[in-house]
């Protein structure tokens, strides 16, 4: 995603009118359509007003749908394997369509259940990351360790 440049004022030409529709708003959700299929993230208001690549799909939910939940929905085992079996293209680069897309069967509960879910979706990322930055520290340290012993000889 890149940041989009607003046109000046004034200004409008068909390209400019195209290029609107894939304007990112806070709260839209992007996901890959190739590649690592389910890959998908929520557009926060520091990304508002980039442009969607032609890499990714841009869903913007609708009210009562919070973007949290549609998120983690996506990026979900299920999710991902359901679109894994619909894709196409080879081993290296898989690729999913709009149809495919469209037809992913998602579990709709109400309003507070999406958000609940959704929390914990993110507590649980949010800790992943930090045991990644633990791990990757771990490894540095061993390394060094290695290292340092390796030359005191």
Same mark, same amino acid.
């Given at each position: ?10 200004? *409008? ?38 442009? *969607? ?101």
């Amino acid at each position: 995603m890149r940041r989009a440049r607003r046109p000046p004022r004034g200004c *409008c030409s068909p390209a400019t009118d195209r290029l609107a529709r894939f304007l990112l708003r806070a709260g839209d959700v992007v996901i890959a359509r190739r590649g690592e299929l389910g890959r998908c993230s929520v557009v926060r208001d520091a990304q508002d007003g980039w442009v *969607c690549g032609t890499g990714c799909f841009l869903l913007r939910p609708p009210e009562g749908l919070d973007p949290d939940y549609v998120a983690a929905y996506l990026s979900s085992a299920a999710s991902r394997r359901w679109l894994e079996a619909r894709s196409t293209g080879g081993m290296t680069m898989k690729t999913v369509s709009l149809k495919v897309l469209e037809e992913l069967p998602i579990t709709v509960p109400d309003l507070p259940s999406q958000r609940q879910v959704a929390g914990a979706m993110r507590a649980l990322g949010e800790h992943e990351e930090l045991l990644r930055g633990e791990l990757a520290l771990a490894r540095k340290l061993r390394e060094d360790v290695l290292t340092s012993a390796l030359l005191a000889r």
